[in-house]
């Protein structure tokens, strides 16, 4: 039984609420220019509300489960419960018949947004921007309307640690004092850890789920250790228990590590006991300081299926199909990666702050799809994104394109005229594609169009006012540009609010999740994608020069050209069998440890020490300490799997 009193998150957000309200009043003042006397409330439309629950796709049936339990606990207390999403808007409310109509007038109801830059502090908005439990009592309310509000909420998180969600449970009659919410806020608390449980099992249930705890009792409760392991008995994901209960530094020391390199385990047991004996807990000693730990595995949801389906035959990989073309959400871009999971949390956060936002990436890592998925996850979803490729366009149309024309306006225009790019995204988000191929004479002209938020069309005298939000992308060193005088330095520190780079494929740790994922996004059949086991290893080890782009083509013709619905290696190109071949041959003919060439989870160290040194901030003692290890070993492997201290990004 958790003591509530002395549960840490009571102690959080006693310690620290004074500091916490002074710091979001300040945002309210200095940030967001918000007038306590005259706060309204804003309701997104229903098609926007649903468009937000379908974003969150699993999120919010699970979470639904949770609150149902948690509201039971709390009947008769005036208290309701919300879920919102990461920006504050409300998807789902749980409130007690009577209490309705006083919650719907307090503006607690579906479809509200309650960011802190629209309802000042409040503990919806407040905890989004804190990103921890908060207590928002009373008068601690910016907004002179919400000062009659009680809310405590928490935040939701993916196993990334990336906010999903807020759970709060708010009152509209302001009774007792901030202490007294210490309660509510610990049961808010423990909830919103349930949530996160289930949505990792969830997410991972193609996966074995290993959850386990120092004590046998604790398996399967809110403070266990999760780990998902895939088919190569390689982590693919972990939650912050795990971290904390293994004392290593954080969930990205342990994805791509091999199960065996972490417990005392042997991998053939292991994977039989998956089949076997879903609910038993038994022990198992970790590695490093061989500390006891009770656990259980769950086994993959798929595998009893696919084990009669396809008995007798050479190992493969099933990959569920996705709906095709389906765009994905900016969390799910994250996927298990630190680099991405670190621009995905930026975006967030600086999303509708009118910061200009800045890609840098090889050609093929996904900005476009990144830009996308920032403006969906944008107040502005549902509105215009209009995409320029500013290198596409040739040189002398460009002018018209961006800005429009008026009829008439030069030899060859329409006669009706046009309203070119930027008005057209006016309202919404202005992607600007290799931005650094804009011609030095435009560039003068658009950052004034962006200074001064409007555009007269070519052959007009008339100004139009613009509502726009501006992502632009290059491959491009743009600081070399500038210093060599190629690209206007003040648009480019116009453009850059902030620089978010996409690791290249090769770079990523999570390579194989990533390919698994790009791959079910190429087919919408019914039926599962089938990839022979020596074929993924091969897509694991290429370099991917075009990244996404290339393993998206790759993948189309691959699957094409199988045959029974299995890719095997001899549908890849011979470009990528050629290179799996060599850089198998040369970790066998360069390493002391050769054992590890032949070895299916080369890879995986491949990618764990990428993780880990993505983790360190590619400090080398650091990630060396980390992997208790010492930095000659650290810098042999790096040698060994070809990692450049270079890919410090
Ligand atoms: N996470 C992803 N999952 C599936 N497909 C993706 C993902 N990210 C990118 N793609 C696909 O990869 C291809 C390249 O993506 P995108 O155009 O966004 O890259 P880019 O970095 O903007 O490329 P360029 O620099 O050449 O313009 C597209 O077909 C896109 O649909």
């Avoid at 266990?224 to 990205?252: K, M, P, S």
């Avoid at 609910?279 to 798929?302: K, M, N, S």
């Avoid at 509105?383 to 490729?389: I, Q």
Wanted: glycine residues 8%; aromatic residues 4%; hydrophobic residues 40%.
């Amino acid at each position: 039984m958790v003591d509530l009193a002395t549960h840490p998150s009571a102690a959080i957000v006693q310690r620290d609420s004074a500091d916490l309200v002074a710091g979001s009043w300040n945002r309210c003042v200095r940030d967001y220019g918000l007038d306590p006397a005259r706060i309204e409330l804003d309701v997104v439309s229903r098609s926007q509300l649903s468009a937000h629950r379908d974003e969150l796709g699993d999120v919010v049936s699970i979470a639904r489960g949770e609150m149902d339990n948690l509201a039971a606990q709390i009947a008769g207390s005036g208290y309701a419960l919300m879920l919102t999403d990461a920006r504050g808007v409300i998807l789902y409310n749980h409130v007690e018949s009577a209490l309705r109509e006083s919650f719907r007038a307090a503006g607690l109801w579906d479809g509200a947004n309650w960011s802190e830059w629209r309802q000042g502090t409040n503990g919806i908005g407040t905890c989004i921007v804190e990103q921890r439990p908060v207590v928002i009592h009373c008068a601690d309310h910016f907004a002179v309307r919400h000062s009659g509000l009680s809310c405590s909420a928490a935040p939701i998180r993916n196993a990334a640690g990336e906010l999903l969600a807020v759970l709060d449970a708010s009152s509209v009659q302001c009774e007792g004092t901030r202490a007294g919410q210490m309660h509510t806020v610990a049961l808010v608390s423990m909830s919103a850890r349930l949530i996160e449980k289930s949505l990792f099992v969830n997410a991972h249930r193609e996966s074995r789920v290993l959850r386990f705890h120092g004590r046998p009792e604790f398996v399967g409760l809110i403070h266990d250790g999760l780990l998902a392991i895939d088919d190569n008995d390689c982590i693919v994901a972990a939650d912050e228990n795990a971290a904390l209960q293994l004392g290593v530094d954080g969930r990205g020391a342990l994805i791509g590590q091999p199960i065996a390199q972490v417990f005392d385990i042997d991998t053939g047991t292991f994977a039989a006991t998956a089949h076997e004996q879903d609910q038993t807990v038994w022990p198992l000693h970790e590695r490093l300081r061989g500390r006891r730990y009770y656990a259980r595995l769950t086994a993959p949801a798929r595998s009893r299926r696919a084990l009669s389906l396809h008995g007798g035959e050479a190992r493969s990989l099933h990959i569920p199909a996705q709906h095709a073309n389906r765009r994905p959400g900016l969390s799910e871009l994250a996927g298990a990666d630190p680099a991405m999971a670190e621009n995905v949390r930026c975006a967030h956060r600086v999303v509708d702050r009118r910061i200009a936002i800045m890609l840098r990436g090889e050609t093929g890592t996904g900005k476009e799809v990144f830009a996308r998925a920032i403006h969906e996850a944008s107040a502005r979803a549902g509105k215009p994104f209009v995409a320029v490729n500013c290198a596409a366009i040739p040189e002398t149309l460009i002018e018209a394109e961006l800005f429009g024309y008026k009829p008439g306006a030069f030899t060859g225009a329409s006669r009706d005229g046009m309203p070119g790019k930027v008005l057209q995204a006016s309202g919404g988000t202005l992607f600007l594609d290799e931005i650094g191929d804009m011609p030095l004479a435009l560039q003068t002209r658009l950052l004034r169009v962006l200074e001064e938020r409007e555009v007269v069309p070519l052959g007009g005298d008339t100004p139009i006012a613009l509502d726009l939000n501006v992502i632009s992308a290059t491959h491009a060193d743009l600081g070399a540009r500038v210093a060599s005088g190629d690209f206007r330095s003040d648009l480019y520190y116009r453009l850059d609010g902030i620089t978010l780079t996409l690791p290249a494929v090769r770079e990523r740790a999570d390579r194989q999740a990533l390919l698994r994922a790009v791959i079910a996004s190429e087919h919408d059949g019914a039926a599962a994608i089938r990839i022979a086991e020596d074929a993924m290893k091969a897509l694991v080890r290429y370099d991917w020069p075009g990244n996404i782009r290339q393993i998206r083509n790759v993948m189309r013709t691959a699957l094409a050209l199988c045959e029974d619905g299995l890719v095997r290696l001899a549908d890849l190109p011979e470009e990528i069998t050629h290179q799996a071949q060599q850089s198998a041959a040369s970790t066998c003919a360069s390493d002391e440890d050769s054992v590890v060439s032949d070895n299916p989870l080369a890879n995986a160290e491949r990618d764990a020490l990428i993780g880990a040194l993505e983790h360190n901030g590619w400090n080398v003692s650091r990630t060396a300490a980390q992997l208790a290890t010492s930095r000659n070993t650290l810098y042999r492997k790096m040698k060994k799997h070809a990692i450049e201290p270079a890919q410090k990004r």
